[in-house]
């Protein structure tokens, strides 16, 4: 399946900005959707936003519309999360993950599941806190 890679973690303060990267071997195999998932100790691991290769649909979880985008850049098969108006509630463990299988897994909040994904990478620390 490959290698994936996530960076870009770190502390922010409340209203700051970071930019997740998603980058490895993985990404450079065939996939029908890229996601970004989150996870707190605790509790299960959510899906945040997806992107399928086959059309350039995008999808997010509602507690992040308009303040995250994703994006992918096809010629170095690298996979952005731009994360803006950080909230307390953001903090999290981020995973990229991809989808090798079908579109189904990038549709709607009931299919973008991490069970639909079978790549993942060890995920990158989000913290936010002034």
């Known amino acids: 399946q490959g290698q994936i890679v996530e960076s870009g973690g770190g502390l922010v303060q409340p209203g700051g900005s970071l930019r997740l990267s998603c980058t490895g071997s993985g990404l450079s195999r065939h996939h029908y959707a890229v996601g970004w998932f989150r996870q707190v100790p605790g509790k299960e691991r959510e899906g945040v936003s997806c992107?399928?290769?086959?059309?350039?649909?995008?999808f997010y979880t509602d507690s992040v519309k308009g303040r995250f985008t994703i994006s992918r850049d096809k010629i170095k098969g690298t996979s952005y999360l731009q994360m803006n108006s950080l909230k307390p509630e953001d903090p999290a463990v981020y995973y990229c993950?991809?989808?090798?299988?079908?579109?189904?897994?990038?549709?709607?909040?009931?299919?973008?599941?991490?069970?639909?994904?079978?790549?993942w990478g060890q995920g990158t620390q989000v913290t936010v806190s002034s």
């Open positions: 992107t399928r290769t086959t059309d350039d649909f995008t």
């Open positions: 993950a991809t989808d090798s299988t079908s579109t189904v897994g990038c549709q709607d909040s009931y299919y973008f599941r991490a069970r639909e994904y079978e790549n």
